[in-house]
Nanobody, 120 residues
Framework: QVQLVESGGGSVQAGGSLRLSCVASKFTYNMAWFRQAPGKEREGVAI???????RYAESVKDRFTISKDNGKNTLYLQMNNLEPDDTAMYYC?????????????????WGQGTQVTVSS
């Protein structure tokens, strides 16, 4: 079992920045950030694999950066130039295996989420 605890959400104006953190109870090779807006399906935002491989959703590429401090078992998501469409509950997730997938059903562990609200 892996416990995941997110933090760092909040309310910002469009163009602002936030940094999300996710502390894992132990080292996990394959971690990701997802988000879910009201009335919409959960979608993948960014994946971090191993010691540095990353993958991003097209909608956040060049604005968001995923990183990980393996010594602290902590995953980060730096979000810059935020837009109102980025408003959602953001979830940290982890899975066994090495496939870099945005398929929600492939993830074994989830955090409780942290809310991000971007106003125009």
């Amino acid at each position: 079992q892996v416990q995941l605890v997110e933090s760092g959400g909040g309310s910002v104006q469009a163009g602002g920045s936030l940094r999300l953190s996710c502390v894992a109870s132990k080292f996990t090779y394959n971690m990701a950030w997802f988000r879910q807006a009201p009335g919409k399906e959960r979608e993948g935002v960014a994946i971090h694999l191993g010691y540095g491989l990353t993958r991003y959703a097209e909608s956040v590429k060049d604005r968001f950066t995923i990183s990980k401090d393996n010594g602290k078992n902590t995953l980060y998501l730096q979000m810059n130039n935020l837009e109102p469409d980025d408003t959602a509950m953001y979830y940290c997730a982890a899975r066994f295996g090495s496939a870099m997938t945005f398929a929600v059903e492939e993830y074994d562990f989830w955090g409780q989420g942290t809310q991000v609200t971007v106003s125009s």
